[in-house]
T-cell receptor, first 113, second 116 residues
Framework: GENVEQHPSTLSVQEGDSAVIKCTYSDSASNYFPWYKQELGKRPQLIID???NVGEKKDQRIAVTLNKTAKHFSLHITETQPEDSAVYFCAAPDFDSNYQLIWGAGTKLIIKP | GAGVSQSPSNKVTEKGKDVELRCDPI?????LYWYRQSLGQGLEFLIY????????KSGLPSDRFSAERTGGSVSTLTIQRTQQEDSAVYLC??????????????FGPGTRLTVT
């Protein structure tokens, strides 16, 4: 089955700087890689995802890159703002268990003013 | 349209009591998931329903936990003889399909369970 590892567990950056969170996966057949954001006390929500037929996807200040050879994908947030403070989760599908998403442990992103 | 809803939003119960948590998924979504999230922790998978397939119960922590999904829609998570370590937020999520092109999960607001 799929295994997803996420690093770092906590990331503190100065407001305006960039933040990068990385995930590795084990199943080379995985073809979908989402990132979810969970603000304090709120539900996780999808912020961006990428499929295995592309290497990068951008949406304003956030981007996701995928390296299929190395089996890792990363979330990039540029020009960080206070509202970016949250926990971010990555995931990948597990084909052995009927495609349920396997989640990373989460990264707590702290934006320092 | 309406998103995933869960009830109750908060539940305080005494140790040893049984509790039922309800999830109403988005209409038409065939996949439904239950997760547990302890304070400051990640998403702990509990159980997964996909259409008419047998549910994946591999994440249920003990036989005190059970879940059912009636008519392919509403789901109920039951915890019997609650313990203090069961205190957590229980999140439900639904997805249009467990396979194929769409894996996106839509989460409900969660039920915060406190066992005293």
């Amino acid at each position: 089955g799929e295994n997803v590892e996420q690093h770092p567990s906590t990331l503190s950056v100065q407001e305006g700087d960039s933040a990068v969170i990385k995930c590795t996966y084990s199943d080379s057949a995985s073809n979908y890689f989402p990132w979810y954001k969970q603000e304090l006390g709120k539900r996780p929500q999808l912020i961006i995802d990428i499929r295995s037929n592309v290497g990068e996807k951008k949406d304003q200040r956030i981007a996701v890159t995928l390296n299929k050879t190395a089996k890792h994908f990363s979330l990039h947030i540029t020009e960080t703002q206070p509202e970016d403070s949250a926990v971010y989760f990555c995931a990948a599908p597990d084909f052995d268990s009927n495609y349920q998403l396997i989640w990373g442990a989460g990264t707590k992103l702290i934006i320092k003013p | 349209g309406a998103g995933v809803s869960q009830s109750p939003s908060n539940k305080v119960t005494e140790k040893g009591k049984d509790v039922e948590l309800r999830c109403d998924p988005i209409s038409g979504h065939t996949a439904l998931y239950w997760y547990r999230q302890s304070l400051g922790q990640g998403l702990e998978f509990l159980i997964y329903f996909q259409g008419n397939s047998a549910p994946d119960k591999s994440g249920l922590p003990s036989d005190r936990f059970s879940a059912e999904r009636t008519g392919g829609s509403v789901s109920t998570l039951t915890i019997q003889r609650t313990q203090q370590e069961d205190s957590a937020v229980y999140l439900c999520a639904s997805s249009p399909s467990g396979s194929g092109s769409s894996y996106e999960q839509y989460f409900g607001p969660g039920t915060r369970l406190t066992v005293t």
